[in-house]
């Protein structure tokens, strides 16, 4: 298949520059912190915890505050791996060799976007290594975990798209990373906006704010709405990302 | 000689904002045909070539690549093209292999035929011994050839070259253009440049654009006879009265040149004089003892019309057949 071929290339590319590899040990090692800082609090509590009932697990004060912080540092990190997929094509000059290819622009699209979420779904996967060791002394909630990977792959899937879209409106790299941080940004405190205003106001742009659905799924409140949300905004901004790429040949 | 048309280029338009880099371009290109696009800096000839690429929409008129609409059925006319464009399309981080595989699948060449045309492609090149290296690490000669071979991994019935030439030493340019000849053999071939040697020493057809008109269309050979054009230069010991020259058979006018033994005889097309001449002056012991035939360079020829405004299309090739 074609748009793998592309996605291969794509995440090749990523992990011959020392990009890839800088991106996944500072993630890694910033969150592994903050992990184990998390532990040790759960630690001090334990005692007090035991003695209540119905009190909060493992999984809710070591894993769900891990991936919180996650989505926060992806969300900045997100833009500096998404930013070279188009712009650094069209600086290079090297989009001709696509454009006169027999591919479509939906498949050029597409798979520089399984290529990016390939290598977004590594970073996924050695996230979720660092709570699946507590097994090795204890029992998780695998309902809420699974849920909050899901949410946290979902989330990771719509910033991907973002970027992919400020990447095709640019030819230089830094310009795609800072509009695509600058949108996630916004989508993420969109609902601030409802805090001070009434109901109606209030009630769409939290809607839209992307950090609401991404709450509900941590706290293991899998809902279809939030899903489909983050669905429909990965849609939106890929068969933007076709839109603009068309228009390429259209007005140069 | 009825060729199987290959491309087909009618009535193209491109404009940029208000600028117009395109205006009413037509031609055809034959199988097995090496076209020449010639033109100065700016005149619209990668334009040209990048719309008939499919990487940018002619603003009206269309190209049929083997009968399919560039613009409407993409995918089956690029299938018939290879491109390079003025800038190679290369990826610094992959091997020359690595790269090469890569245009293979873009290509959608089956899968098992992929080690024949890379072997095919890099040899045909000049590739064979670099297949290993990083292309960022080769020089720019290596890199333009690695810019060929990824035009003609897929082997495509149209290659389009755009200036494939520059940045390349002279014994590297004669073995690219030996490489576009041999290309000829099995692909239509369209090369733009401005180097006019490498038109003389490559194709079969020339087109000369200027300020987004086509201002020549031309064989190599109709070329030549014009530039064989209608003058010599004839020195004589003893100089016999002009209008005895003027007199010969097919000579227009005469020129006396500043050493006062040389003459320029204007002369048509059609009647050479040059025979009568050389009899009439053994005849009468005028002491002929040069004659040269002035030629025209093809960089005259250029040179003219790309500086006249042009206004017509000088189209010999149709006028020929007419």
């Known amino acids: 298949m074609i748009i793998f071929s592309i996605a291969a290339r794509e995440l090749r590319s990523l992990f011959l520059s020392p990009l890839a590899w800088t991106i996944l040990a500072v993630v890694q090692f910033i969150l592994a912190y903050l992990f184990l800082a998390q532990i040790d609090v759960f630690l001090q509590v334990q005692p007090r915890l035991a003695a209540l009932e119905g009190a909060p697990g493992m999984t809710e004060l070591v894993v769900v505050p891990l991936f919180g912080s996650a989505a926060i540092l992806l969300l900045l990190v997100v833009p500096l791996v998404t930013m070279r997929l188009v712009s650094e094509e069209r600086k290079a000059q090297t989009m001709s060799l696509l454009f006169s290819a027999p591919i479509s622009m939906t498949e050029i699209i597409i798979g520089k976007y399984l290529g990016i979420m390939g290598f977004l779904l590594i970073t996924l996967a050695l996230i979720a290594l660092m709570p699946l060791t507590l097994l090795l002394g204890g029992a998780l909630d695998g309902g809420m975990l699974f849920s909050g990977l899901l949410g946290l792959a979902l989330l990771l899937g719509s910033f991907a798209a973002v970027g992919l879209f400020m990447s095709t409106l640019s030819a230089q790299p830094a310009v795609a990373a800072i509009s695509t941080f600058g949108v996630l940004l916004l989508l993420w405190i969109l609902d601030w906006v409802g805090n001070n205003s009434s109901g109606e106001i209030k009630g769409i742009f939290g809607y839209l704010s992307m950090l609401r659905h991404y709450e509900l799924l941590l706290k293991g409140m899998f809902d279809s709405s939030d899903v489909i949300y983050y669905l429909l905004l990965i849609m939106v901004f890929l068969v933007l990302s076709v839109h603009r790429l068309d228009a390429d040949r259209i007005q140069r | ?322």
Not at chain 2, 126 to 146: A, C, D, H, M, P
Not at chain 2, 160 to 167: K, N, S, Y
Not at chain 2, 189 to 203: D, N, W
Not at chain 2, 244 to 263: C, D, F, T, Y
């Open chain 2, 1 to 322: 000689m009825k060729a199987q048309v290959l491309v087909s280029v009618e009535h193209l338009y491109r404009y940029y904002g208000g600028a117009c880099a395109l205006n009413d371009v037509s031609f055809d290109v034959n199988r097995g045909e090496v076209l020449g696009f010639l033109g100065p800096n700016g005149a619209g000839k990668s334009t040209t070539m990048q719309i008939l690429s499919g990487n940018l929409a002619p603003s009206t008129g269309r190209v049929l690549i083997n009968g399919m609409d560039i613009v409407k059925q993409p995918r089956q006319a690029k299938a018939a093209l290879g491109y390079l464009p003025d800038q190679p399309p290369l990826y610094r981080e992959l091997t020359v292999n690595e790269y090469l595989q890569y245009c293979a699948r873009l290509h959608r060449l089956p899968r098992g035929e992929h080690r024949v045309a890379i072997d095919r492609a890099k040899q045909r090149c000049g590739l064979t011994e670099v297949g290993k290296r990083l292309i960022g690490n080769l020089s720019k000669g290596y890199q333009q050839r690695v810019g060929i071979a990824q035009a003609i991994v897929h082997m495509p019935a149209l290659v389009i070259l755009d200036e494939p030439t520059v940045g390349l030493d002279p014994i590297q340019m004669r073995e690219i253009r030996a490489l576009i000849r041999e290309l000829s053999s099995e692909h239509g071939v369209i090369l733009s440049t401005h180097i006019l040697p490498e038109i003389q020493a490559t194709c079969d057809r020339v087109q000369i654009i200027n300020k987004g008109r086509l201002v020549l269309s031309d064989t190599l050979a109709g070329l030549q006879a014009r530039m064989h054009s209608s003058s010599m230069v004839v020195a004589l010991h003893k100089m016999p009265p002009m209008a005895e020259l003027a007199a010969l058979p097919g000579v227009g006018s005469v020129e006396l040149l500043a050493e006062g033994h040389r003459v320029r005889l204007h002369h048509t097309s059609e009647q050479n004089p040059a025979e009568a001449l050389v009899e009439r002056a053994v005849q009468q012991g005028w002491g002929l003892h040069e004659l040269i035939p002035e030629c025209v360079s093809l960089e005259q020829i250029f040179v003219d019309i790309t500086r006249t405004e042009p206004h017509e299309v000088t189209d010999v090739t149709r006028d020929e057949a007419a």
